[in-house]
């Protein structure tokens, strides 16, 4: 479940990555018409004579918020992951060997495979 998770914040994460780098190319200098983007005369019709920076400049801040959220979202879940052994050799030091009876089943100290061979 929390792979499902972290899959789904970090497609969100990079397309509100994607998307701030869109508006912050659209905007322009504080010099420069904001709705010339649009086409010369267009400024006026769009977003306002100044509704183009406004809009611009929030939706900005806010996936700019968005885009920090996801960040320490990504960090929390990256970090919360079940350990794994990092090595084969750690993951077979957790199995046990099976146990061993070292005496024989009769109580007597002879090796139980020469109990097996005929004499």
């Known amino acids: 479940m929390s792979n499902y998770i972290f899959s789904i914040v970090l497609t969100i994460h990079v397309l509100v990555g994607l998307f701030i780098i869109g508006l912050v190319l659209m905007q322009h200098g504080k010099g420069a018409d904001a ?12 977003f306002g004579s100044s509704g183009s920076a406004n809009f611009l400049s929030r939706t900005t801040g806010i996936l700019a918020t968005v ?29 046990s ?15 139980s495979r020469a109990k097996a061979i005929p004499k």
Request: hydrophobic share 40%; net charge negative; no cysteine.
């Open 67 to 95: 885009f920090f959220i996801t960040s320490l979202g990504l960090s929390y879940l990256a970090s919360n992951k079940p350990s794994q052994p990092s090595s084969v050799m750690e993951g077979a030091s957790t199995l």
């Open 97 to 111: 060997a099976p146990a061993t009876d070292a005496s024989p089943a009769d109580g007597g100290a002879e090796d």
């Open 35 to 46: 709705g010339a983007a649009f086409g010369g005369g267009a400024s006026g019709s769009v």
